[in-house]
């Protein structure tokens, strides 16, 4: 009986370590619970733009004023007011200004800067690329440990000027309107090129 | 006391030892630069630039040819560390495979750097400086889209499948093109970067669709080779070709209005920077940006005279 007792007391036991030692979940309800050490890149952007992007463009350097430097003192210009991530000669900078609609374009507009007469064109088409994102210099690169959620970045940073900055802007937006406008731009430092500036934009704003 | 100015004047000639340019027995350090091939002349600007850099700072250095080959380069990285050289420059030969290869030279203690391709690990390498491809192709892709004012039909000449480079520099055109409904592309085949290939696969092709606009190479040899199938069709005139890498005779072509554009690239400056970056990594430098994009700059017949001197 002893003996019995012994037996079954042993194998409850391995029956309860065993119990507890082995489940099994659905292939599905795992692979939804385990992170992927990915970034939520549209979180990110999303995140980056409301709470970094918008309170920062206060510290954008006025075009004219940029214009003016870049023809007087390129070197020092771009050491103290341009952006970068990586090596090489094309820089950025988060320009404002305002100015009037010369042209409305299907793919750009026109403006006049209000205080030298110098046109320039604001992109309202192919809004691609990084020079808003590197503009701003408020991300650092090596949060990042994979390439294209880098570039996912600026792939939704450009998606929300696509879809909302620029809708309501172009349908109201008509030649003569007085505009005031926060963007970027992007500049090669040694083929510095002033006569032909695209702005990315960020903000615009109609003041009629 | 003495024990102190001792410990102090032992420490400080330490130091002074570990930023020389010589290693423990006084000759000088040694650099291995492995390269994926040099059966291609870019790599082989990418190469001697890197030895060249690194001799111009005092070193030794030596130039391994992979020839595509991941067992062979994993030979090099085998002797370079049993030879006690003290750094390698690096351009992998597979994203993947070349992995391995980094981990071993890590646990030996010699610091890789990697030049131009990547490894797809950010743990590897002390550091990657890398073409920025995706960046440059999205402005091939601004450029292709306006020249074809949205609408057309186009061909996409890929470069090796299994290379980062290839996809990276396809996912930053499509991120443009893609937005654009009139814009079909008719076919999208490989032509593993070779000339020859792109003008046999561009050539059937056009056998089944004689009407395309366009046709984006992921490389200028690529583009070249479909510039010549084009033109051996009769149809040079009417197809516009996109090239990227910068090559002098893409560049040539496009101030002969043959060709529309491309992304220049900077093997030197990649090539240099990984040299640099050995000389601090001996130095005492560790926090290096684990990748580090160049930017590739869009080349047209509007800014050619800026790369071009006749």
Redesign the interface.
């Known amino acids: 009986m002893k003996k019995f007792l012994k037996y079954f007391a042993a194998l409850v036991i391995v029956l309860f370590v065993g119990y507890h030692s082995v489940y099994f979940k659905k292939l599905n309800e795992v692979q939804a619970n385990t992170p992927s050490g990915k970034i939520n890149t549209t979180a990110y952007t999303r995140t980056f733009w409301d709470k970094k992007l918008l309170p920062s463009l206060n510290k954008a350097i006025s075009l004219d004023q940029l214009i003016g430097m870049l023809h007087t003192d390129p070197e020092n210009t771009f050491k103290k007011y341009s952006n970068?991530?990586?090596?090489?000669?094309?820089k950025y900078f988060m320009v404002k200004a305002e100015g009037s609609v010369k042209q409305v374009g299907d793919?750009d507009l026109t403006v006049t800067l209000a205080t030298d007469n110098k046109t320039v064109k604001i992109e309202t088409e192919?809004v691609?690329?990084?020079a808003v994102r590197d503009a701003s210099g408020l991300i650092n690169?090596?949060e990042f440990?994979?390439?294209?959620d880098f570039?996912e970045i600026?792939?939704g940073i450009n998606k929300i000027i696509r879809e909302e900055v620029l809708p309501d802007f172009k349908r109201t937006v008509k030649t003569g309107d007085h505009i005031t406008f926060t963007g970027a731009i992007e500049m090669?430092k040694?083929?510095l090129?002033l006569s032909d500036i695209e702005i990315t934009p960020i903000q615009l704003k109609i003041l009629k | 006391m003495k024990r102190i100015y001792a410990f102090f004047l032992l420490l400080s000639l330490l130091t002074l030892a570990s930023c020389s340019n010589k290693n423990a027995a006084g000759e000088p350090k040694k650099i291995a630069v492995i390269v994926s091939t040099l059966n291609n002349p870019w790599f082989v600007v990418l190469a001697e630039t890197a030895a060249a850099k690194a001799r111009s700072l005092g070193y030794e250095a030596k130039i391994f040819d992979s020839q595509n080959n991941t067992a062979l380069e994993a030979d090099h990285f085998e002797n370079a560390i049993s030879s006690g050289f003290n750094a390698i420059l690096f351009n992998p030969t597979d994203a993947d495979g070349s992995i391995a290869n980094v981990s071993k030279a890590k646990a030996a203690g010699v610091p890789v750097f990697c030049m131009d391709r990547?490894v797809n690990s950010?743990k590897a390498a002390t550091s990657q400086?890398?073409s920025?491809s995706?960046?440059g192709c999205?402005?091939i892709?601004?450029y292709f889209?306006?020249k074809l004012n949205k609408k057309g039909k186009y061909v996409e000449i890929l470069g090796l499948v299994g290379d980062n480079n290839t996809w990276?520099r396809s996912?930053?055109f499509h991120?443009?093109a893609d937005h654009y409904p009139g814009l079909k592309m008719v076919a999208q085949q490989s032509a593993d970067f070779d000339r020859n290939k792109a003008m046999e696969v561009l050539e059937s092709i056009l056998q089944a669709n004689p009407d395309i606009d366009a046709v984006f190479c992921g490389n200028d040899a690529m583009a070249m080779g479909a510039y010549q199938a084009l033109f051996a069709a009769g149809k040079a005139n009417h197809v516009q070709v996109f090239g990227f890498d910068g090559a002098d005779d893409a560049l040539q072509s496009i101030k002969e209005g043959k060709i529309k554009a491309t992304g220049m690239q900077?093997p030197k400056?990649m090539a240099e920077?990984a040299a640099l970056y050995a000389q601090e990594y001996f130095k005492g430098k560790r926090d290096f940006?684990?990748?580090?994009?160049?930017?590739?700059?869009l080349v047209t017949a509007e800014?050619i005279k800026?790369y071009i001197s006749n």
């Open positions: 970068a991530l990586g090596i090489g000669e094309l793919n192919y691609y690329g990084n690169r090596n440990d994979n390439t294209s570039n600026s792939a090669n040694k083929f090129n | 990547e950010t400086i890398l920025d995706y960046s999205i402005a892709g601004k889209v306006k990276a996912k930053g991120s443009v900077y400056i920077t940006p684990q990748k580090i994009p160049v930017a590739v700059e800014n800026n």
